[in-house]
């Protein structure tokens, strides 16, 4: 199994950049793809991002696309989000997730892995 660790969230303005990682132990990181998914109190985790487990193809989101890019580096077993143009509505707890398997999810039930949780907080 894998276990994963998400770091990097924090209190900015709307327009602000912001860069999330997830560092990887346990078993071979490129044996799973990996997702992003945030949760707001009193809703259900959603779907942000995914990538292959070699990093060749990415998935989005319709509300970040365009301005977040999930990438992977296999040698640092890390995961990262790259949000820029960030929004109010882009506040959350932000997970990282890891599932075995090729292909590309946005169902969280289809991820085997969980981290704890970072918290993004973009202010008008």
């Known amino acids: 199994q894998v276990h994963v660790v998400e770091s990097g969230g924090g209190l900015v303005q709307a327009g602000d950049s912001l860069r999330l990682s997830c560092a990887a132990s346990g078993r071979t990181f490129t044996s799973y793809a990996m997702g992003w998914f945030r949760q707001v109190p009193g809703k259900e985790r959603e779907f942000v991002a995914a990538?292959?487990?070699?990093?060749?193809?990415?998935y989005y989101a319709d509300s970040v696309k365009g301005r977040f890019t999930i990438s992977r580096d296999n040698a640092k077993n890390t995961l990262y989000l790259q949000m820029n143009s960030l929004k109010p509505e882009d506040t959350a707890v932000y997970y990282c997730?890891?599932?075995?398997?090729?292909?590309?999810?946005?169902?969280?039930?289809?991820?085997?892995?969980w981290g704890q949780g970072t918290q993004v907080s973009v202010t008008s």
């Open positions: 990538i292959h487990k070699t990093g060749g193809s990415t």
């Open positions: 997730a890891a599932r075995e398997g090729w292909g590309l999810r946005t169902n969280r039930d289809e991820y085997d892995y």
